[in-house]
T-cell receptor, first 113, second 114 residues
Framework: EAQVTQNPRYLITVTGKKLTVTCSQN?????MSWYRQDPGLGLRQIYY???????DKGDVPEGYKVSRKEKRNFPLILESPSPNQTSLYFC????????????FGPGTRLLVL | AQTVTQSQPEMSVQEAETVTLSCTYD???????LFWYKQPPSRQMILVIR??????QNATENRFSVNFQKAAKSFSLKISDSQLGDTAMYFC???????????FGAGTRLTVKP
């Protein structure tokens, strides 16, 4: 089954404790991206990747890191989480960029205390 | 700056009736893409419909259709014969033609009532 998976689905952590949210897709997509969803703000792009070892900042990259060592994986790293990073996070992938259909993961609900 | 504006935070419709969700956007480009995504209570984001700006014909997908007014920078979604399963948050989204960026509106929460 073609899908984008994220882990964990739910996470409660404390300020300053490094965490990684994994994202994996099995569709051989070139593009992958991370979004955060906050009430009243919709989805905002954090980082995106056009291919292996090619990443770039989106609208709200502060406090986040990413890497793309393999085509299928695109982890999101919060090196020192803060309460303002409490949010719902989505990973997405697409074949050739944002003009194409994006396939979203199921979301990760993060609470930073 | 807000690129995509959805002016209706919440809407409701009776089952089997028609509802229209509004979306406006701001760009100086002539080529771009527009989307409507649906997010049901499961939180899964699902593409409803996609429109390429250079195509004048409005996109349709079964009960879903759009009214694309390029000059007015408007991209509304019409849902015909509303069903209970249409209850969801709907996001309008914009992507530049040759830019690696995508912008979403704040969303419209639609409730279909039996």
């Amino acid at each position: 089954e073609a899908q984008v998976t994220q882990n964990p689905r739910y996470l409660i952590t404390v300020t300053g404790k490094k965490l990684t949210v994994t994202c994996s897709q099995n569709m051989n997509h070139e593009y992958m991206s991370w979004y955060r969803q906050d009430p009243g703000l919709g989805l905002r792009q954090i980082y995106y990747s056009m291919n292996v070892e090619v990443t770039d900042k989106g609208d709200v990259p502060e406090g986040y890191k990413v890497s793309r060592k393999e085509k299928r994986n695109f982890p999101l790293i919060l090196e020192s989480p803060s309460p303002n990073q409490t949010s719902l996070y989505f990973c997405a992938s697409s074949t050739q960029g944002f003009g194409e259909t994006q396939y979203f993961g199921p979301g990760t609900r993060l609470l930073v205390l | 700056a807000q690129t995509v504006t959805q002016s209706q935070p919440e809407m409701s419709v009776q089952e089997a009736e028609t509802v229209t969700l509004s979306c406006t956007y701001d760009t100086s480009e002539s080529n771009y893409y527009l989307f409507w995504y649906k997010q049901p209570p499961s939180r899964q984001m699902i593409l409803v419909i996609r429109q390429e700006a250079y195509k004048q014909q409005n996109a349709t997908e079964n009960r879903f259709s759009v009214n694309f007014q390029k000059a007015a920078k408007s991209f509304s979604l019409k849902i015909s014969d509303s069903q209970l399963g249409d209850t969801a948050m709907y996001f309008c989204a914009f992507s530049w033609y040759n830019n690696n960026d995508m912008r979403f509106g704040a969303g419209t929460r639609l409730t279909v009532k039996p």
